[in-house]
């Protein structure tokens, strides 16, 4: 299916590149003279390879954008010429100018599939935002599920909602941070994907838009086009200051989707962390736009520096869970092996979810719904919280130094919590980077797979997975990658081995 097509108005995309550079006049960069229409040629590029404009988007008229921008309009049409010339626009007399990416551009590496154990002793694999296990918790969960396991193979073993214990102890967790919560509210899934899933199927049929933050989580992205649905980006702040509201306002007034996904706890990839009030904002937009909100919260464990004030949960705002559908999960929080979520809805939507699931999954293993009620009825998941912390903090600092010393031109803001760095890679191709980092011993992600349609593709996303003297081999090796890819030598003849000029 294809994405849905937004229009910039004037005034917005005049405010976009005023914020970035301007005024628009001829000048130097360099020690070279630097012509105005080359200048905002190059910001309206940037714009939409960082996703604040998205690809496929109407553009204001050339007489429009002339006015607002307060130049002539020679420059905005010698600007949407250069913008054409290089693949980043796209015209039809009479119709206007859609922003685009050029084609051919470099596609993603496989940095996102797991490592085949046999390339474990030579690759450092960056591809996954996953820690090991934090003993001696995950053995001492696993063997008191063992314990309370005889009653329960008495049974079918099929309960498609999640056991009641569980359901219970996921509700009084949710209840103890502020939301009142009844077991009804619950479904237990097989890891946070399986629980987009079923929301997915539920809410967002074949053709459906969905709003989602641009950039976002690439799995998730991945599993809604496949299951046909329109995505609609929504650019996220600058740094690491969270949700554009003004942004979120538009998408959710003009393009109405039936769905959103957002991330509001130190969102993947870029570690952002909402603001105090940005959690209502968002509900209330969403309400008045009848959309369903699904946040993502499973990574609101992972809070790594001392001092940070964590936004109240979405569903605050919405306890009985008509608007907000929230997702949990214990693989970021605890281990990814252990493959349990939990989705909190309204008791109907809980329902439907529960009655689509005959014809997916059936149910989750009744084994490691057991381990994680252990965990949530005593010390365990606040013990292990705090092993995967330190882990978390101790590998995010070796990484950020790393890079800082190997890669002085990366520019990235350090989160205070989760697991994922979003590094701009200095004006060279991340895709390139990736496909030149996997010769040399370093898997990455590279920026467009978190992005549609092309954007992004100035970035990496890096994970907090390993640390020490593996972390700074990992710079290292992706600091020879660059290299490599400024001399041109991974890339293509056809293929720019830079995305700016």
């Not at 229409?37 to 996703?51: F, I, K």
């Not at 949960?313 to 907000?324: E, H, L």
Request: net charge neutral; hydrophobic share 45%; aromatic share 6%.
């Amino acid at each position: 299916m294809g994405q849905w097509t937004s229009t910039v108005g004037a005034a917005q995309l005049a405010r976009q590149l005023g914020s970035r550079q301007g005024p628009f006049r001829d000048g130097a960069a360099g020690g070279r003279r630097v012509p105005a229409y080359r200048s905002l040629a190059d910001s309206v590029r940037l714009l939409v390879l960082e996703g604040h404009v998205p690809v496929a988007a109407r553009l204001p008229a050339e007489r429009e954008l002339a006015a607002a921008l307060a130049v002539s309009r020679t420059t905005v049409a010698a600007a949407y010429e250069a913008l054409r010339g290089e693949g980043f626009l796209e015209s039809r007399r009479g119709a206007g100018s859609w922003t685009a990416v050029p084609a051919g551009s470099p596609l993603p590496t496989r940095a996102l599939h797991p490592l085949p154990p046999e390339a474990a002793g030579t690759m450092i694999d960056l591809g996954c935002a996953a820690l090991p296990a934090p003993e001696p918790w995950l053995s001492r969960a696993f063997r008191a599920a063992l314990d309370e396991l005889p009653p329960y193979a008495h049974t079918h073993g099929d309960y498609p909602a999640g056991l009641p214990v569980l359901r219970q102890a996921l509700a009084d967790r949710y209840t103890a941070r502020g939301v009142p919560t009844m077991p009804e509210q619950i479904m237990v899934t097989t890891g946070a994907m399986g629980a987009v899933a079923a929301i997915c199927r539920l809410f967002a049929g074949r053709g459906e838009r969905i709003a989602v933050e641009a950039p976002s989580y690439a799995n998730v992205l991945q599993l809604m086009r496949e299951a046909g649905a329109r995505l609609v980006p929504v650019a996220m702040a600058d740094g690491l200051a969270g949700w554009d509201l003004p942004a979120w306002r538009q998408v959710l007034r003009d393009a109405a989707p039936r769905m959103a996904y957002a991330i509001a706890d130190f969102h993947n990839p870029t570690g952002a962390l909402a603001d105090e009030g940005q959690p209502r904002q968002l509900v209330e937009a969403a309400r008045a736009a009848g959309t369903v909100l699904v946040v993502d919260e499973t990574m609101a464990d992972l809070v790594l520096d001392e001092g940070v004030e964590m936004p109240p949960p979405a569903c605050a705002f919405d306890p009985a869970g008509g608007t907000v559908v929230t997702i949990g999960s214990a693989s970021k929080a605890f281990w990814a092996g252990l493959r349990m979520g939990w989705v909190r809805a309204a008791p109907d939507v809980i329902r439907s979810l529960v009655a689509a699931r005959a014809y997916a999954d059936l149910g989750s293993p009744v084994l490691e719904q057991l381990a994680v009620t252990w965990l949530l009825g005593g010390e365990g998941w606040a013990a292990a919280a705090d092993v995967r912390r330190d882990q978390a903090r101790s590998n995010r600092d070796a990484l950020v130094a790393a890079v800082r010393r190997h890669l002085p031109d990366w520019e990235f803001a350090v989160p205070h919590g989760g697991l994922t760095l979003w590094a701009r890679t200095g004006g060279l191709s991340g895709s390139r980077i990736a496909e030149a980092g996997e010769r040399l011993g370093v898997r990455v992600p590279s920026g467009p797979r978190f992005g549609v349609d092309g954007a992004f593709e100035g970035f990496v996303r890096l994970p907090f997975t390993v640390g020490g003297a593996v972390a700074d081999t990992a710079a290292a090796r992706l600091a020879a990658a660059a290299r490599l890819v400024e001399s041109g030598s991974p890339a293509g003849v056809d293929t720019p081995r830079t995305f700016v000029a």
